[in-house]
C-alpha cells in the first residue's frame, strides 16, 4: 500500500510540472504571437494617389491575391482553418481603412504591423515589402475605394501544434522574417529589370531565394529552365504544366485567378529573369 501512495504522489507531481510546463508554454507562445511592436510612424507622408491610382491598386491586388484572403468587397473572411495548427481570417479591410492612416496601412502591407501594433502573421509582407512607394500607394487608393460594410473578423486563432511551431521558431510573424532580412531579387543586368520586378510575384509561395517553400511544397525555380516560352506562357495564364498537366493546386488556382492578367510582355520578362537565373545557378552547381 505504501509503494502505490509513493508512486501515486509521484505521478501527481509529474502531472503537476506537466500543468506547469504546459501553462508555461502557453503563456510564452502568447506573448510571442500577441506581444505588440512598434506601429507606424503617423508623420510619415506616403506618395500621393495619382490618376488611375485606384485603377492600379485593383491589378495590384489581384495579382497579389488580396481578395484571396480578404474576401471579394475586402469585407474579410476566414480563408484558412487547420486546428490545431492555426484558423486565420483575413481581417476586414473596409473597417480597417475607416480607422487606420495611410502610414498605418503601408506599415501593415509592408512591415506586417497592425495599426495598433500587433505583429501579424500568415500576411505576406514578406512579399509585399517589396513594393514600392507608389504601388503602395495606389493599393492602398484601392483599398479605399470600397464602402465600409460587414463586420470586425476575428483576430488569429492558434492551435497547440501552431503554438509549438512559434516556440521552435518554425512558424514565425512577418515582422520577425523581415528583421531577419528583407527579400532582395538577384540583379541580372538592366535587361532582365521587368522580369525581376514580376518576379516579386513569386516571393510569397517560393520564398525570398525563389528556392521553394517545403511547407507549400513549392519548386525551386529554377525548374524554369526546363520550359520553353510558349510551354511557360501556358503554365502561368492557364495553369498547364508540361505534358498537358492541368494543375488542381496552389499554382493552378493562382495561375487562373491572379497571373491570368499578366500581360505577354510581362509573362516574357519573367521567363527570360528565371531563365538568367536558373542559368547561373546550374553554373554555380557544376
Not at 506616403?46 to 488611375?52: D, I, N, Q
Not at 499554382?251 to 492578367?261: D, E, K, L, Q, Y
Amino acid at each position: 500500500m505504501r509503494v502505490l501512495k509513493v508512486a501515486g504522489y509521484a505521478l501527481a507531481g509529474v502531472a503537476v510540472l506537466v500543468l506547469f510546463a504546459a501553462a508555461g508554454a502557453f503563456a510564452a507562445s502568447e506573448a510571442m504571437i500577441r506581444w505588440p511592436v512598434t506601429g507606424a510612424d503617423k508623420t510619415v507622408r506616403l506618395v500621393s494617389a495619382k490618376a488611375g491610382s485606384a485603377e492600379r491598386g485593383a491589378r495590384l491586388a489581384r495579382l497579389n491575391g488580396c481578395h484571396d484572403c480578404h474576401g471579394d468587397r475586402l469585407e474579410g473572411r476566414l480563408f484558412h482553418d487547420e486546428m490545431p495548427v492555426l484558423r486565420a481570417w483575413g481581417p476586414n479591410l473596409t473597417r480597417v481603412a475607416a480607422r487606420d492612416s495611410d502610414a498605418e496601412l503601408d506599415a501593415a502591407i509592408r512591415r506586417g504591423v497592425g495599426g495598433d501594433g500587433r505583429r501579424l502573421w500568415v500576411m505576406p509582407s514578406n512579399a509585399f515589402a517589396q513594393l514600392n512607394d507608389q504601388e503602395t500607394a495606389d493599393l492602398i487608393a484601392y483599398i479605399r475605394s470600397f464602402p465600409v460594410t460587414g463586420e470586425d473578423q476575428p483576430h488569429l486563432q492558434v492551435g497547440h501544434l501552431g503554438r509549438l511551431g512559434v516556440l521552435l521558431g518554425k512558424f514565425s510573424s512577418e515582422p520577425a522574417m523581415l528583421k531577419a532580412g528583407p527579400p532582395i531579387l538577384a540583379d541580372y543586368g538592366p535587361q532582365h529589370a521587368q522580369g525581376r520586378d514580376v518576379a516579386r510575384l513569386c516571393v510569397e509561395c517560393h520564398g525570398p531565394d525563389l528556392k521553394g517553400m517545403p511547407l507549400l511544397k513549392s519548386p525551386d525555380l529554377t525548374m524554369a529552365a526546363s520550359y520553353e516560352a510558349a510551354d511557360f506562357q501556358r503554365l502561368l495564364h492557364d495553369g498547364v504544366a508540361a505534358g498537358d498537366r492541368k494543375l488542381e493546386g496552389l499554382m493552378g488556382s493562382i495561375a487562373r485567378t491572379r497571373f491570368s492578367v499578366l500581360t505577354d510582355a510581362e509573362i516574357a520578362a519573367l521567363y527570360g529573369y528565371l531563365k538568367a537565373r536558373a542559368e547561373r545557378e546550374i553554373a554555380a552547381a557544376q
